[in-house]
Antibody, heavy 125, light 107 residues
Framework: QVQLQASGPGLVRPSETLSLTCTVSGGSISSDYWSWIRQPPGRGLEWIGYVYHSGSTSYNPSLTSRATISVDPSKIQFSLRLTSVTAADTAVYYC???????????????????WGHGTLVTVSS | IVLTQSPATLSLSPGERATLSCRASQSVSRYLAWYQQKPGQAPRLLIYDTSNRAAGIPARFSGSGSGTDFTLTISSLEPEDFAVYYCQQRSNWPPNTFGQGTKLEIK
């Protein structure tokens, strides 16, 4: 069973770059789409973007100028970089895999499951 | 596409039927999903493509709707069902967008 775990610094200074890594266990990263999704404290969910195992990407237009998602199959990891952060980027950041139903063979890049335990990133000086 | 969920909070007792609503600002066809999030946990996919239960999801969860109006129904609430529920659309992406959530609390 695939499991994901996000990790990275819990505190980032304003104007600096947020960098997070998601480590995948129990499966291969050399297939599927891999997403980052965030949740500001007490608020709803925002899709940041995803990377395909080949390296192609898609981003939320609101973040496309600042976000970069990449994949490292050799380390079974994928990563998020978000530049020029502000307090508005304070959130719990989740990594997730695109949904695949092993019983039916159904697959879609834009449904998300499973998710990893999130990591809280605070932007503050 | 903006997804608006109602009510913001729903107070019910175990054994009761829960009906949660999600309305889209424009048609998303049937490309809508529901997630459950418990405190301190990541969301979990319940329903995709309006009415298909994800693997391992109990039959008491069902989804319906099309176009702009969608419903998640929990037929008989179990204690573990009290959580926050989010809808999400994939019809017009990027970006995938989520609703603001409905908190289902114990009455």
């Amino acid at each position: 069973q695939v499991q994901l775990q996000a990790s990275g610094p819990g505190l980032v200074r304003p104007s600096e770059t947020l960098s997070l890594t998601c480590t995948v266990s129990g499966g291969s990263i050399s297939s599927d789409y891999w997403s980052w999704i965030r949740q500001p404290p007490g608020r709803g969910l925002e899709w940041i973007g995803y990377v395909y195992h080949s390296g192609s990407t898609s981003y939320n237009p609101s973040l496309t100028s600042r976000a970069t998602i990449s994949v490292d199959p050799s380390k079974i990891q994928f990563s998020l970089r978000l530049t020029s952060v502000t307090a508005a980027d304070t959130a719990v950041y989740y990594c997730a895999r695109s949904y695949y139903n092993v019983l039916t063979g159904y697959y879609n890049a834009n449904w998300f499951d499973p998710w990893g335990h999130g990591t809280l990133v605070t932007v503050s000086s | 596409i903006v997804l608006t969920q109602s009510p913001a909070t729903l107070s019910l007792s175990p054994g009761e039927r829960a009906t949660l609503s999600c309305r889209a600002s424009q048609s998303v066809s049937r490309y809508l999903a529901w997630y459950q999030q418990k405190p301190g946990q990541a969301p979990r996919l319940l329903i995709y493509d309006t009415s298909n239960r994800a693997a391992g999801i109990p039959a008491r969860f069902s989804g319906s709707g099309s176009g702009t109006d969608f419903t998640l129904t929990i037929s008989s609430l179990e204690p573990e069902d009290f959580a926050v529920y989010y809808c999400q659309q994939r019809s017009n992406w990027p970006p995938n967008t989520f609703g603001q959530g409905t908190k289902l609390e114990i009455k």
